[in-house]
């Protein structure tokens, strides 16, 4: 199993661009996350999906967006990016119930907004 | 949520013990604590967690005081791949929550030769 993988593993925007971000799980997980991590500090969730076809905000979810249309897959995009969204973005799943606090994380994407 | 308080680092030598302490004094009866770590440039790593009783898996054993107030993550023989920055998280109560994880400072442990 490749567990959780992230697409890509680095990216250079500039301010006003939007890409997407791809994060793929083998592990059949009902729930999928978004985190991101500022330097130095801890992780702070900006979407989350609790089954294919759901998704809610989290702590930060402004300038975001995500979609969860395939069970495996969960989208995360930047409509206009700026130079705040700079940071490593980590994708996690997990079982659904009392296992959801269990979860597993992506590689992390390394985006920088110039 | 319950609020936790961890050192910020922490020195351990290969092969020995590596002890971290995690205290969350205002911890209720039916939270969790959940124990991550991340290893630079990677992804947190799920490695234990507890209610009341000690726990034990193949990485780690978990205590927790008898009162809950604080709770001690052992690695019984650390490696130098140990190295890494370990969150101790109490997991919020309600069966309505997202699984959303509050990760604060962690503590880094540094393992030496």
């Known amino acids: 199993n490749a567990g959780v993988t992230q697409t890509p593993k680095f990216r250079v925007l500039k301010t006003g661009q939007s890409m997407t971000l791809l994060c793929a799980q083998d592990?059949?997980?009902?729930?999928m996350y978004w985190y991101r991590q500022d330097p130095g500090m801890g992780l702070r969730l900006i979407h989350y999906?609790?089954?294919?076809?759901?998704?809610a905000k989290g702590e930060v979810p402004d300038g975001y967006n995500v979609s969860r249309l395939k069970k495996q897959n969960f989208l995360l995009g930047l409509e206009s990016a700026a130079p705040s969204q700079t940071s490593v973005y980590f994708c996690?799943?997990?079982?659904?119930?009392?296992?959801?606090?269990?979860?597993?994380f992506g590689p992390g994407t390394r985006l920088t907004v110039t | 949520d319950a609020k936790t308080t961890q050192p910020t680092s922490m020195d351990c030598a290969e092969g020995r013990a590596a002890n971290l302490p995690c205290n969350h004094s205002t911890i209720s009866g039916n939270e969790y604590v959940y124990w991550y770590r991340q290893i630079h440039s990677q992804g947190p790593q799920y490695i234990i967690h507890g209610l009341k009783n000690n726990e034990t898996n193949e990485m780690a054993s978990l205590i927790i005081t008898e009162d809950r107030k604080s709770s001690t993550l052992i690695l019984p023989h650390a490696t130098l791949r140990d190295t890494a920055v370990y969150y101790c998280?109490?997991?919020?109560?309600?069966?309505?929550?997202?699984?959303?994880?509050?990760f604060g400072q962690g503590t880094t442990l540094q393992v030496k030769p």
């Open positions: 996690a799943s997990s079982y659904d119930g009392t296992r959801r606090y269990e979860q597993y």
């Open positions: 592990m059949n997980h009902e729930y």
């Open positions: 999906s609790v089954g294919e076809g759901t998704t």
């Open positions: 998280i109490v997991r919020p109560s309600g069966s309505g929550n997202t699984g959303k994880l509050i």
